[in-house]
């Protein structure tokens, strides 16, 4: 059986490449949204954090309607550490609109995007984004793209696949460099025309892959997959198989079905072979299983997701402050809060440690456990994190260590402070080529030398820099990196910060912290420029008499303290420090706060070195 009135394609590009913008357009032309309706820009983007970084973080599904054929449509993320989550979801598809930047062309997420889209044989239409950019290399672009398919081997018919010129901006889509197309009706025709509809048995015993999984307060998790055989409905009983793991073997009974229609979920009662499905009634359902026919519980394999490069410890807030602006504060919540995660991420890893109060959290990198971080925070969780390791592996005897690929974008001027930087982190140059007036540098780094750079980058290059990286492969572990030259601030007292402390203070550094903000021993209130930890007391007052100058206190002129992101925190962090997180606030702290306790433990180890 095949089914003609559907399609199943994912959007897959580099971030910022205009994935989510062009299916606002693809959504409003497809008649999704009323002609008065007022939407939003990125209305995929439904996650605040998503909003807020403009990025996609999470895969979504949505559907449009043209000239009779249903197309499936899945958003996906462009960030390398969210790839992922682009993996699991191409089993749902029968092809992918590769979406290219007509300016940067292919970048390293697109190869890696590209690749796994092969290696599952989907059909691929490749689609020139943003020709409306002034800077726009059209034709350069092209090439640039042919040239990567060819690297990757591609067979004959796939390196025939049809290009498509458009802006997701403008909402127009041409089959020419310089067609003058009003909508993307040629980019639905070629759709319809070359993605290859679901094709399999209706009369089959049911096999429905789980790709995705939802929750809901109401109805508990939510499976979502395309169906590969026969059909499923409302109160069907189901077994539940894995092909991995075989201890996953039980029944249950589907008590809802949805199709998605747009942007919502309607309520149906059967869907058939091709349909992709949300489901509910199954509370143990996982990415990865299969939702069989009760007599015949034949298991799908499922694609084989990439290990996580980064880990950080996660642990109970142990501060001072400890529990005073956090709703969930103990190891219990913290644990329940992560397992509950591995739930929908297969990218993470989370294991115990011999200790009850910490658990090692493993990623894909560092935006994806910031986000983690940030999304806990939200929820009223406090904890407090360490700073991240790259995991390594031992093969033949020797060390190895992930590798990232780094493609930086950098005016002329600036080429000579980022190879300097390079250097020092272990980087080495493999490409480096003329784009307008801006050059591309390609370097091959260790994951670590990445650690803590890319505010770093953004002052050396004036923040006219871009860069991205993605994961390359496990090689032979190179020598010492130095991430952080300088060292830390640190409160010498509990108490309150107040002006005639901070004015001190400010002259040993940048400090992070204002008047009026509470500190404690040990926590970490400024940057230093010299290597080497200062104590410092920001809570000292100005000594009281009866004699004083008119307009004296006036005079203390305060530098405007230094606000740090959640990233830039996990980036300035020291083996020796600690972030604590809380929904109102994010403090540097040392793992030892008292001041005497820090100093002998520091002379130990300086003494075991030299032992050695």
């Known amino acids: 059986m095949i089914r003609n009135d559907i399609r199943n394609i994912a959007i897959i590009a580099h971030v910022d490449h205009g994935k989510t913008t062009l299916v606002d357009e693809m959504l409003k032309q497809g008649g999704v949204f009323r002609d008065n309706q007022q939407v939003v820009e990125r209305v995929m983007d439904n996650n605040d954090l998503e909003r807020e970084r403009g990025i996609t973080i999470l895969a979504k599904n949505t559907s449009i309607h043209y000239k009779g054929v249903k197309i499936n449509i899945i958003d996906t993320p462009g960030h390398a550490d969210f790839s992922g989550e682009v993996e699991r979801v191409l089993k749902m598809v029968s092809g992918v609109l590769l979406l290219v930047d007509a300016a940067e062309g292919p970048m390293p997420q697109t190869r890696f995007v590209l690749q796994k889209a092969l290696d599952m044989n989907l059909r691929i239409i490749i689609c020139i984004n943003k020709i409306d950019r002034p800077d726009a290399r059209v034709s350069e672009v092209t090439d640039e793209i042919l040239e990567l398919f060819m690297d990757l081997n591609v067979s004959e018919e796939q390196l025939e696949s049809p290009i498509i010129y458009c802006s997701g901006k403008k909402g127009t889509a041409s089959l020419t460099q310089n067609g003058e197309e009003k909508d993307l009706r040629p980019l639905f025709d070629t759709i319809v025309n070359y993605i290859e509809p679901p094709e399999g048995d209706a009369d089959m015993p049911l096999q429905l892959l789980v790709s995705a999984v939802d929750y809901n307060e109401y109805v508990g998790r939510i499976g979502i997959g395309r169906i590969e055989r026969g059909c499923v409905k409302v109160n069907q009983e189901v077994a539940i198989r894995n092909s991995v793991d075989e201890s996953v073997a039980y029944k249950g009974r589907i008590q809802s079905l949805f199709q998605i229609e747009g942007l919502k979920r309607v309520a149906i009662n059967e869907a058939y072979m091709g349909d992709i499905v949300c489901f509910s009634g199954i509370e143990k359902i996982f990415i990865g299983d299969t939702v069989c026919d009760s007599s015949c519980p034949e298991p799908l394999d499922f694609v084989k997701l990439g290990d996580p490069t980064v880990e950080m410890t996660f642990s109970v807030n142990d501060s001072p402050f400890a529990g005073k602006e956090g709703k969930f504060v103990t190891s219990r919540h913290l644990r329940d809060r992560l397992f509950k995660e591995l739930l929908k991420d297969l990218s993470l890893r989370v294991s115990e440690t011999e200790s009850a109060d910490s658990f090692k959290v493993a990623g894909r990198g560092e935006m994806h456990l910031s986000i983690l971080i940030e999304t806990m925070r939200r929820e009223g969780y406090e904890f407090a994190v360490s700073t991240p390791k790259v995991l390594l592996k031992e093969r033949n005897g020797v060390i190895l260590e992930p590798y990232d690929k780094l493609i930086v974008d950098v005016p002329q001027e600036c080429i000579g402070v980022v190879m300097e930087k390079m ?27 990445l650690f803590g750079y890319r505010n770093e980058f953004l002052t050396d290059t ?16 190179k020598g010492e990196i130095v991430n952080r030259t300088n060292g830390s601030l640190i409160a010498f007292e509990t108490g309150e910060a107040v002006s005639y402390g901070l004015y001190n203070a400010q002259e040993r550094g940048t400090l992070f912290i204002e008047p009026g903000t509470k500190v404690y021993e040990g926590m970490v209130v400024g940057v230093s420029p010299k290597a080497g930890d200062i104590n410092v007391n920001v809570c000292k007052k100005k000594h009281i008499t009866n004699m004083r100058a008119a307009g004296s206190d006036e005079a203390l002129r305060l530098v405007p303290a230094k606000k740090m992101s959640l990233e830039a925190c996990i980036e300035f962090l020291n083996d020796d420090e600690l972030l604590e997180v809380t929904p109102l606030s994010l403090r540097i702290r040392k793992r030892i706060l008292n001041n005497e306790q820090r100093a002998k433990f520091r002379y130990r180890v300086e003494q075991e070195k030299n032992s050695n």
């Open 423 to 449: 250097g020092v982190r272990k980087g080495e140059l493999e490409h480096m080529n003329p784009v307008g007036s801006r050059t591309r540098l390609e370097f091959l780094i260790p994951s670590r030398g």
């Open 462 to 477: 004036k923040g006219e820099g871009i860069m991205n990286s993605l994961f390359y492969d496990y090689l032979p572990m």
